[in-house]
């Protein structure tokens, strides 16, 4: 089945006219609309099957409660396609429909086109503005350089993931050499230089015994990249790929008899379990916000509630937590009002069970706990109908995965 026809069966509500789409629930005061703008098409697209399941799932489970400060909460979706220019083009949509919050993460490209934008708009139209929960961006410029009052970034950098990812490394003795290869645009960029610079810090003695950047996208076959790296030796291969980018490099690897550790950061997404397969149990690592092996009664009650009731794998705790910051800002504020709940936003902190996180005023980045985590058979929840799930081995506190900000941020009037 293709991506696209994967997603028909979720977006025929989202996709409606805007009157039929409004007339379809039986809302009684006000409608809240959010558009979600991610890759619903394309390689990247199966890391929005399950993301966008969960969080209809979550947004279900407010409105049947009552919604948010009196507000049942409409999901439109709008296919980015990876691309900053259909990116942008979602966002004019949402702008011209009068929705005021947008949830964007995939593609750092389609980040800051849409951040430039936000910026522009909102300037023109104080009381209308819009607001963007990034939920899943990794560029660290995004809170850094190009950091902006309007968006609120609800996941980890890359900077912070790798200093986990390094950190756990550390303490392997076993690893001399790493090969690193990432893809060739903003993020990868980022996280091949944040590998360095923490290898350095936590252990200057591992060789870096070869580097590459990849065009993102568009690789078919990754065994000539898999061929390079056999060749090179080393013990590990650290890499921020995402997305079919990482399942078809570890699956050329697995095919050559590459026998290394795989050092990553979503090998957990939907879809990746099964395309690694039995050969990465034991072998893939990863450090992530969360993983739905949590050890954790609250994440248990989480994945057995989705899976009772019809949604499948409770897999993108990530977007939960993007919704946690914004229903929690609206209900803090008392108001749909996008100052009023952006103000609210900052210094917000949420909870489930033990995971804690708080967002930072000073940036609007997240601070947060990051785990490390190993693929094997001994997971509590397996994933995608495998006999295979990532398994908890350490946590990294807020404080020690955190890193320093170089935000000058612009407030609005009244902020």
């Not at 923490?198 to 070869?210: A, N, S, T, Y």
């Not at 990746?272 to 009664?297: C, H, L, N, W």
């Not at 952006?342 to 785990?371: C, F, I």
Request: charged letters at 25%; one cysteine or more; a positive charge.
């Amino acid at each position: 089945m293709s991506a696209r026809s994967r997603f028909a069966r979720f977006l025929p509500l989202a996709t409606l006219p805007a009157a039929l789409a409004c007339a379809a629930p039986a809302f009684a005061a006000e409608t809240m609309k959010v558009m979600l703008i991610d890759p619903m098409s394309g390689p990247q697209s199966a890391t929005m099957e399950r993301a966008l399941k969960n969080l209809q799932y979550v947004i279900k489970r407010d409105n049947d409660a009552g919604g948010l400060v009196g507000a049942k909460v409409e999901l439109v979706v709008c296919d980015s396609k990876f691309n900053p220019k259909d990116g942008k083009n979602c966002l004019d949509r949402a702008m011209g429909d009068d929705i005021h919050y947008v949830f964007q993460g995939i593609g750092s490209n389609v980040t800051l086109t849409m951040l430039d934008a936000i910026e522009k708009y909102n300037a023109r139209n104080p009381g209308k503005e819009v607001l963007l929960i990034n939920w899943a961006g990794l560029d660290e410029d995004m809170t850094n350089k190009y950091c902006s009052y309007w968006q609120f970034r609800t996941e980890a950098h890359i900077g912070m993931k790798t200093k986990a990812l390094v950190a756990y490394l550390a303490n392997d003795e076993s690893v001399k050499k790493v090969y690193l290869i990432n893809m060739d645009y903003q993020m990868g960029q980022n996280a091949e230089a944040a590998t360095r610079r923490f290898l350095k810090e936590m252990r200057p003695d591992i060789q870096i015994v070869g580097s590459e950047l990849h065009p993102p996208n568009r690789v078919q076959d990754f065994t000539p990249y898999a061929a390079k790296i056999k060749a090179a030796h080393p013990d590990a291969v650290i890499t921020a790929n995402i997305g079919t980018d990482l399942n078809r490099l570890i699956r050329a690897g697995n095919d050559i008899g590459l026998n290394v550790k795989w050092l990553t950061n979503y090998a957990n997404q939907y879809g990746q379990v099964t395309a690694i397969g039995e050969r990465g149990v034991g072998r893939v690592y990863q450090a992530s916000d969360a993983i739905m092996s949590m050890d954790d009664p609250a994440f248990d009650k989480l994945q057995d509630s989705s899976r009772a009731d019809g949604w499948g794998d409770f897999e993108s705790f990530r977007i939960y937590r993007g919704w946690l910051f914004l229903s929690g800002a609206i209900r803090k504020a008392n108001s749909l009002a996008p100052l009023k709940v952006a103000k609210a936003m900052e210094n917000l902190s949420v909870d489930v069970g033990n995971y804690h996180a708080t967002m930072r005023a000073t940036d609007h980045q997240v601070q947060l706990p990051l785990n490390m985590s190993v693929l094997t058979t001994e997971a509590k929840y397996k994933q995608e109908g495998t006999p295979w799930g990532f398994k908890l081995l350490k946590s990294y506190k807020p404080e020690s995965v955190s890193e320093p900000t170089t935000c000058q941020m612009k407030r609005p009037p009244g902020a």
